[in-house]
């Protein structure tokens, strides 16, 4: 299946290895965040003996670099190397609040990642900017079932359509018009509309008209656990509440 609208950048493996950098920038060192780390950017952890973390207490916190060096010194006689994990490893947690971090750690597809995110909002907001970017998932959507939003439809149709998420009144989507000019003041004129609904209508026009066959699809379940009503989009099309598809979810989006 074709995401058309991409999937979300932190189900990736990238996503992943930016999100434990931007872990350990926002909320500071920790040994579990190092380990993390360590696990999950293979860069982080070149040149970095295999047993570094030998003779360390799991409950140990290690919130600042000299409590790092104070434990891995302790711990020295238990690993192969001796000191080796102490100069390899240390030097990296003294410069890490900077964004230089990023550059030093990541590398390819998360390298690009990190700084798309950074363009989108200061470090400061780094969580929240991976949280809301999304990536192609690679697959090829002329050969496969598409699923993603009805205006990506709408713009590249499909022969066979099934729309779900058409609930009681979630779809069209209430009209959010709010006119800097009062009616009194237009008289006779009338502006473009920039209503929702109508837009929503609009793709769903556009979508029947260009497919050769289309299935409806509602919840008959409320979220408490009651009969959903026909909606009243689908009372206006003329549509029998038995002659609709199984339920559907993610209003509006279609599947193709």
């Known amino acids: 299946m074709h995401f058309s609208h991409g999937i979300?950048?932190?189900?990736?493996r990238e996503g992943q290895s930016c999100a434990a950098l931007a872990d350990i920038l926002l909320r500071g060192l920790s040994q579990e965040r190092v380990r993390l780390l360590l696990a999950r950017v293979p860069p982080a952890r070149e040149n970095i003996p295999l047993d570094w973390a030998k003779g360390l207490r799991r409950s140990a916190a290690l919130t600042t670099p000299r409590?790092?060096?104070?434990?891995?010194?302790?711990?020295?006689?238990?690993?192969?190397?001796?000191?080796?994990a102490e100069r390899t490893l240390l030097p990296r947690w003294w410069d890490f609040g900077s964004d230089r971090a990023g550059r030093r750690l990541l590398r390819g597809p998360a390298l690009t990642l990190w700084q798309d995110a950074l363009r989108m909002a200061p470090s400061q907001a780094i969580e929240l900017s991976l949280r809301a970017l999304r990536v192609d998932d690679g697959q090829e959507p002329g050969n496969i079932i598409v699923w993603g939003p009805a205006r990506h439809l709408a713009?590249?149709?499909?022969?066979?359509?099934?729309?779900?998420?058409?609930?009681?009144?979630?779809?069209?989507?209430?009209?959010?018009?709010?006119?800097?000019?009062?009616e009194h003041l237009l008289e006779d004129i009338r502006l473009p509309s920039a209503d929702i609904a109508d837009d929503d209508r609009m793709m769903h026009d556009i979508i029947?008209?260009?497919?050769?066959?289309?299935?409806?699809?509602?919840g008959h379940r409320s979220a408490t656990g009651g009969d959903h009503d026909v909606g009243?989009?689908?009372?206006?099309?003329?549509?029998?509440?038995?002659?609709?598809?199984?339920?559907?979810?993610?209003?509006?989006?279609?599947r193709a």
Not at 69 to 84: P, T, W
Not at 208 to 218: P, V
């Open 8 to 12: 979300p950048a932190l189900a990736t």
């Open 67 to 84: 409590l790092w060096q104070h434990a891995l010194e302790r711990a020295r006689a238990k690993r192969a190397d001796g000191d080796f």
């Open 155 to 182: 713009g590249a149709p499909r022969k066979h359509v099934r729309l779900l998420g058409l609930e009681a009144n979630a779809w069209p989507r209430r009209a959010i018009e709010d006119p800097l000019l009062s």
């Open 208 to 218: 029947m008209n260009q497919s050769a066959d289309y299935t409806l699809s509602r």
């Open 232 to 254: 009243r989009f689908i009372r206006t099309v003329g549509f029998a509440s038995t002659n609709l598809g199984a339920p559907g979810i993610l209003p509006p989006t279609s």
